[in-house]
């Protein structure tokens, strides 16, 4: 079964208005129905610091789907990340758990913000970091992205 991981930027991308909200429905829509979509208890976390417009709505989403618990055999993983060429790029610790839960799951990771992974080998994700303001969005760009996937 296909397992993907929702990190922090693609729970809160999908509730937003505007263009990137459309796309990125359309992409929630195209999965695979019977994939089992996950979150990590680091992303409850992060929508709960400061107040964004849509945090209770990105709560509600997460509620339908599988909450990964943060363990001690993962937040061991998490250190054993930080401490690698990952962490010495000085990677956030949710980053770390957000990875090592994606690893741990064997799921895509679903994130809006790429660059905040570069360079893990063994992660595999899909993102939908659109290049530059919105309104010079190629929709080429996208399709390329989507057909990645």
Not at 49 to 58: L, Q, V, Y
Not at 61 to 66: A, E, I, K, P
Not at 84 to 96: C, H, L, T, Y
Not at 117 to 123: H, N
Request: proline letters at 5%; one cysteine or more; hydrophobic letters at 45%.
């Amino acid at each position: 079964m296909v397992r993907i991981l929702f990190d922090t930027s693609a729970a809160i991308g999908l509730l937003e208005a505007g263009p990137r909200n459309e796309i990125l429905l359309g992409m929630a829509r195209d999965m695979d129905p019977e994939a089992e979509r996950l979150y990590c208890a680091v992303t409850s976390l992060e929508l709960c610091i400061g107040e964004h417009p849509t945090t209770a709505k990105a709560l509600k989403l997460l509620s339908t789907m599988r909450c990964v618990p943060l363990d001690d055999a993962l937040a061991q993983r998490a250190g054993r990340l930080l401490s690698s060429s990952f962490g010495k790029k000085r990677r956030q610790i949710p980053d770390a758990i957000i990875a090592s839960t994606a690893l741990q799951e064997d799921a895509w990771l679903w994130t809006l913000n790429e660059r905040d992974f570069a360079g893990l080998r063994d992660l595999r994700m899909f993102s939908l970091e659109l290049p530059g303001p919105l309104k010079r969005l190629d929709v080429r760009d996208v399709r390329d992205k989507r057909d990645r996937m």
